[in-house]
Nanobody, 121 residues
Framework: QVQLVESGGGLVQPGGSLRLSCAAS????????MSWYRQAPGKQRELVAA???????NYADSVKGRFTISRDDAKNAVYLQMNDLKPEDTAVYFC???????????????WGQGTQVTVSS
């Protein structure tokens, strides 16, 4: 069993910053791609940023230049630094990871419970 726990969400004014964290725990051998998704009310869940095991990153066009994804494999953690936040960034942010267990060659996909980010003046 693997659990992903997000933290760092909250209420900020436009132009402010937040840093989201996601820590994975459980029976973990290695973690491949780690991602952040978000879902606003009435909207589909969308990919915000992703980082592969090799460190290659990918960002949604709407957050390029403002958000930075990073990972710390020693801590089984992924982070999302969000700068110059805008009201349209308001959403529940979810962590997503592909995790391999001990003595297993395949990866399983896991989701965190989500953390609320609200950007409002």
């Amino acid at each position: 069993q693997v659990q992903l726990v997000e933290s760092g969400g909250g209420l900020v004014q436009p132009g402010g910053s937040l840093r989201l964290s996601c820590a994975a725990s459980g029976m973990i051998s290695s973690i491949s791609t780690m991602s952040w998704y978000r879902q606003a009310p009435g909207k589909q869940r969308e990919l915000v940023a992703a980082i592969t095991g090799g460190g290659t990153t990918n960002y949604a066009d709407s957050v390029k230049g403002r958000f930075t994804i990073s990972r710390d494999d020693a801590k089984n953690a992924v982070y999302l630094q969000m700068n110059d936040l805008k009201p349209e960034d308001t959403a529940v942010y979810f962590c997503n990871c592909y995790v391999r267990g001990p003595h297993t060659v395949f990866y399983l996909n896991y989701w965190g419970q989500g953390t609320q980010v609200t950007v409002s003046s």
